[in-house]
Nanobody, 122 residues
Framework: VQLQACGGGLVQAGGSLRLSCAAS????????MGWFRQAPGKEREFVAR????????YYSDSVKGRFTISRDNAKNTVYLQMNSLKPEDTAVYYC????????????????WGQGTHVTVSS
């Protein structure tokens, strides 16, 4: 699976961004999809994931209630709607695809996109 993420940018605190990740190469609906992020000097951390079977979504505590993950199997795309952004959301955001149920560890995912930068100014 090849993944191409886009939609990052510079936004003021309280603003919104919508990230997209387009998949190609394999059957998109067979994969759980996740979003991770990595801030400068920090490890990559889980943000959200959506399952391949029942589209069940799960979020990290830090983004719950502000971010929404969704997928469109017809377009082979997963989205991350980010609202009420905070400066601490500043990071490179990565989408990932996993052949299992989809967890919160980077080891649960088999394919990664190149990342898109999100900067939230205060």
């Amino acid at each position: 699976v090849q993944l191409q993420a886009c939609g990052g940018g510079l936004v003021q605190a309280g603003g919104s961004l919508r990230l997209s990740c387009a998949a190609s190469g394999r059957t998109f609906s067979n994969y759980a999809m996740g979003w991770f992020r990595q801030a400068p000097g920090k490890e990559r951390e889980f943000v959200a994931r959506v399952n391949r079977i029942n589209w069940d979504a799960y979020y990290s505590d830090s983004v719950k209630g502000r971010f929404t993950i969704s997928r469109d199997n017809a377009k082979n795309t997963v989205y991350l709607q980010m609202n009420s952004l905070k400066p601490e959301d500043t990071a490179v955001y990565y989408c990932a695809a996993g052949r299992t149920t989809g967890g919160t560890s980077i080891n649960d995912y088999d394919y990664w996109g190149q990342g898109t930068h999100v900067t939230v100014s205060s």
